[in-house]
């Protein structure tokens, strides 16, 4: 069966200097989303403005519904590919209001069957207070969802989104995303995010790619890319454990000098008495008051839902613990914390 | 990035080239030969040349940068009685042509002239003649162009001060500056940018002018070239003393460049912008200032004007005489054509150059433009000469009489004055065209929009005011436009300005004064329909 869309073998340049090597990449499914996850200037646009036409390539295909959109040898231009791209600046038409800007989406979306309408989508991204409005005269807030709003209605075979909501206030942010993959789902608009929000990437991404030192590293259903790391690059971008030594034991356990033994399934095979990395999550230590092994507190974040202990073993090593914030009694700074014995983790990653 | 050699490639390359021809024509010059008169030039005249226009030069600097600078400051930063007034009214100032102003100057100060018949008719006395001042040669020409033009320097100076933020002011104030103080250590400097800008323009009008010069008398490079091309059949020695010119006017082309890009230093982020509150002037410190710019305006504006009313009224007849029916038509005719050309060559330029985003067009551009700072009769020398040589050396054209075709007709004239004027439209639309993201242009793609539609639809109701704003600028540059009329109309073709020059040149004055007054009226309505944009308050 033929992939919906697909990157083969493309090099991305943003500049001479900033390149995004041999990308492939596919999408099996209309409707699907993936989302492109990756620091500041790495290319991340350029994959975008490539994909919609506004930069040509030198090698490799782009091909979207079966059809090549991008070769060394050919190059369809943006205006006939139906893709729309919704830029991360400001790129409402500045003469015209903000229901006009968002009706010269709905001039191209004449062919499908299943139509969004101008006034849910209005409604939906909150903008029926502004629609009169001059973009000059809203926040950069407003003038995104403005610019989404007519991405949206314009139905696209492809729709990419530049940082879709990195202006939006937080109070909206989350209700927005909860309709927007309620609608790309509905509609079957098959998306690709760029977004530098992990968490916005694993709630409305089927998948999502890390591209980190001009390499597309990772590219693999949310669960994987955060449980399943494929490097210890990919484990420092998103930033969500650390990586601590540790030796194998045998094929159910490791041990740390400072924490003990660690049981769990090894997601990839190591001999016995091999030297490697263990990626520790917040997630895997369990706190236990009761346990002989107390580390000492360093820091304490508040997060809501839960803390943040950030615990200094022995050996200076610094690991951070979730901890439920209805827990019943707090542990301050330079107190001890105790860690549940043995901790298990149910899929060990180590690197080399 | 797409580069895409295309029709708009191709469109903008040619019409940059066409632009382009008066400047490499002048420099082709230096391979052809000249004939003897290029050395008795040399050993005769040139060096007067030379020094006229240096002295002509310096006079109108230092007069214009008193008056533009003074003005500008008075009006923006005091609030006295006519304040406001004055604000506006200083640019009518535009309207009146150098050589228009020059007719006043001589009609009012020759001898037995208007002053003489105002003071005869007050005291009675038929000897005050000799008492009144001749203004007339190098002072007449230095104080007819200063006051013509001075509106550039007060303009861009006002833009400036206007939008000096409140904080410099009162930053001098915190570090205990008097008022002279602040002036000269905080707003001049900080305004110097846009003074220098101003003061180039003035210069590149002092040297290119023809009409007030050479009704005075003074014998500068401009005329210089005239006269070789006109009185000696050297249009190689008229290119290569334009060259000379040339160098002259791009050295301050660069500076004028290098000032305006160092003026985005001085600009003030938008967040730490405080409007100024103005000084409420009161007493004799209100009637001082009210005085000073009441002069101004006087001098500039109402005096040609009520010089050249008193002359139609005291002389109706060469007003009746005049076919006003065909002199409007002959002006609306060339500037309909001359806009038409413009704008949408212009337009194809600008679109051509933003969507193949070429460096090369870009950098073509740019260098055709730089034949604004050319006086209008080393343009019309430099296409005549362009034209002579496509006659005589391309087989192609000796069958075709080219010249009748190009030279002494409305087409010849218009294609001209496309050259004259191609930067302000360029500039004009340019401007506009800057304000519009790229960003805008590439949504509309992705929506869907071809090219043309994309232009009809984002690009043109974005752009209309700029567009609206050029018209009527170009409108009151070809209005008073003077010498390219003068050389490249056909015969028997006249405008007011030709017809106004025609008369005075053969020292009728009051015949000259109907046509004078007809153009400082039409290009007056102009300005003031435009002032709002001129004085960049909008």
Redesign the interface.
Known sequence: MKNFFEINNVTFAASKKNKVNNVSLKIENEGDIICLLGPSGIGKTTIL?TI?????IRSGSISLNGRIISSSKT?I????R????S?Q?N?????YNVIDNIK??A??NSRKTKKLKLDDVIEFLHLQNIKLKYPHEISSGEAQRA?LA?SLL?MPDLLLLDEPLSNIDQNFKEEIQVKLKQILRDYKITTIIVTHDSYEAFYLGNKCGIILNGQLKQYDDPYNVHHFPNSIEVVKFLNKGILIPATVVDEKSLENKDLGIIKGDFIKHYPKGANVKLLLQPEDLEHDDKSTLKLEVVDKKFRGTNFIYTLKTESNLLIPVFVHSHHVHQHEVEEKFGVKKPIHIDHIVCFD | MIIRFNIWYLSSFLISLTVAVPVLMIFSSFFENTSEYSLILKDTFLLDYIINSLTLLIGVLILTSIIGIGCAYLVSFYDFFGAKFFKWALILSFAVPAYIYSYSLSAFFENYGTAYSLLKSISGDAVLNSSIPKLDGMIGATIAISFSIFGYVYVLTRTSFHYQSQNLIDLGKNLGFSKKKTFLKIILPSARPSIVAGLSLVAMETLSDFGSVSFFGVSTLTTGIYNAWITFDDLTLANRLSFYLLIFIFLLFTIENFSRKKAQYHSLPKSGFKTKTKIKLVGYKSSLAFTVCFLVFFISFLFPVFQMSYWTFLFPKHFFDLNLIKLLGNTLLLVLLSCCLLISLGFISNYGNRITKSKFLQGLTTFSISGYAMPGVILAVAYISFISFLDENIYFFKNYNIKSFFIGSIFGLVIVYFVRFYSLANNGIRSGYLKINYSIDESAYLLGYSKIKTFKNIHLPFLKNSVFLVIILLLIEIIKELPITLIMRPFNFDTFATTAYTYASQDLLEAAAAPAIILILISSAFILITSKFILNEK
């Open positions: 403005r919609a036409g506004l930069e040509k190059h231009e943006p205006e006939n139906n893709i729309s791209l830029f600046d790129s409402l038409f500045p003469h010269f989406g001039d191209r610019a007519r314009s």
